[in-house]
């Protein structure tokens, strides 16, 4: 039996809380949260190397996707990108969950078992939906400052 104080532990984001990040916001959302923990529990570099490997996937995911969307009719775009943005984001959130499971499944578990406490899914959809609009920003700046306009154009 484990006699650590639930008080003594500092609040983590769970496996849940990083999936629906990762779903609503993107794959650098839920990155943000899982780096999160890292930084919670003392470990900064795997944070900061969580943080950048999910900006760059973000990226990639972005220059990938870009140009499958269409830029014909009105009717036909809108099904089209509900449908890609669909696949996109359930992509996104298996490969979190799956890097999740991975790399703090083990101390989740450990965490839960000593009834550590989770932050709330409200706050870190919120944190999610704010790196999700500074990722985005931060990504046109580069992409313009670097002239890569072409790769993210639609067909």
Same mark, same amino acid.
Do not use: W
């Given at each position: 039996?484990? @006699?650590? /104080?639930?008080? !003594?532990?500092?609040? *983590?984001? #769970?496996?849940? &809380?990083?999936?629906? &990040?990762? $779903?609503?916001?993107? *794959?650098?959302?839920?990155?943000? *949260? ?5 930084? +919670?529990?003392?470990?900064? !570099? ?7 490997? #999910? ?15 269409? /830029?014909?009719?009105?009717? !036909? ?7 890609? +943005?669909?696949?996109?984001? &359930? &992509? ?18 450990? $965490?839960?078992?000593?009834?550590? !406490?989770? $932050? ?8 999610? $939906? ?22 993210? @154009? +639609?067909?």
């Amino acid at each position: 039996m484990n @006699k650590t /104080n639930p008080d !003594q532990l500092p609040r *983590l984001y #769970s496996m849940n &809380t990083i999936g629906m &990040t990762t $779903f609503l916001g993107s *794959l650098f959302a839920g990155g943000c *949260l899982l780096a999160a923990n890292y930084y +919670a529990l003392g470990m900064r !570099q795997l944070g900061n190397l969580t943080l950048g490997i #999910s900006f760059v996937l973000f990226g990639l995911f972005i220059i990938i996707v870009s140009p499958q969307i269409p /830029n014909s009719n009105t009717e !036909q775009l809108s099904g089209q990108v509900v449908q890609l +943005a669909l696949f996109v984001s &359930t &992509t996104q959130v298996i490969a979190m969950v799956i890097a999740t499971h991975f790399l703090q499944g083990g101390m989740l578990t450990s $965490f839960r078992e000593m009834n550590g !406490q989770y $932050f709330s899914t409200l706050r870190g959809v919120g944190i999610g $939906f704010a790196a999700y609009l500074g990722a985005v920003i931060a990504l046109s700046l580069l992409i313009n400052l670097f002239g890569l306009e072409g790769l993210i @154009k +639609a067909r």
